[in-house]
Each structure stands twice: as C-alpha cells, then as structure tokens.
C-alpha cells in the first residue's frame, strides 16, 4: 500500500516555472515507477511524465518534451517535476501515481494502482 501526496502547485505567469513534489509513503518506494499525469476541466486525465523504478529511465508526452522534467529522491521517498516555460494550456490538476507493473506502456493511466489527490496548476496568459 502507497499513499501519495503532492504539493507545489498554484498560479504562474505564462513562461514562469514550477516545481510539483509527491512524497510517498511506505518502505518500497524504489520499488515503484512513478507517474505524472493532468487533467484540465472537461477534458480526460492524460499522461505527463514517467520515471521507472529501476535505472530512473523516464519518458515524456509530447506536449511537454524539453519544458518539464521528473525526476525522483528514493531516499526521501520522493518524486518531482519541474515545470519550466509554462503555457497556459498546462492548466490542470496534477496528479502523481504509483504502480509496481513492468509493462512497457506505462503512459496509460489504468496501469497505476496509487494516486494522489492532486494539485492545481494554473497558468496565466
């Protein structure tokens, strides 16, 4: 069992940086890759950033390549993503997971068993 809890979200300008932190509980954290997804109103949550468990190998959509980068603290039990040249359509609640899969296609949001509650972002124009 993992229980996940973000922070670091709020308001910035257009261009401005932030830095979203999920700690987690439990004592096999390294265990786990860990996730980074969003989901703006009226849209479906979709995928932000992964960095597996083992050799911190990490994989990003698309819409965020070059801007934002996960990164993740074992010792601390803690995964990060900062956030840089934000736009205003980064606008969403952000929310970490956690899944013990070995799967390949770990951008899909059903393959995690843990999430946070998340944390708004809002960037404005």
């Known amino acids: 069992q993992v229980q996940l809890v973000e922070s670091g979200g709020g308001l910035v300008q257009a261009g401005g940086s932030l830095r979203l932190s999920c700690a987690a509980s439990?004592?096999?954290?390294?265990?786990?890759?860990m996730g980074w997804f969003r989901q703006a109103p009226g849209k479906e949550r979709e995928f932000v950033a992964l960095?597996?468990?083992?050799?911190?190998?990490?994989f990003y959509a698309d819409s965020v390549k070059g801007r934002f980068s996960i990164s993740r603290d074992n010792a601390k039990n803690t995964v990060y993503l900062q956030m840089n040249s934000l736009k205003p359509e980064d606008t969403a609640v952000y929310y970490c997971?956690?899944?013990?899969?070995?799967?390949?296609?770990?951008?899909?949001?059903?393959?995690?068993?843990?999430w946070g509650q998340g944390t708004q972002v809002t960037v404005s124009s």
């Open positions: 997971a956690a899944t013990l899969s070995r799967d390949v296609s770990l951008w899909v949001a059903r393959k995690y068993n843990y």
């Open positions: 439990g004592r096999t954290f390294s265990s786990y890759t």
């Open positions: 960095i597996r468990w083992i050799g911190g190998s990490t």
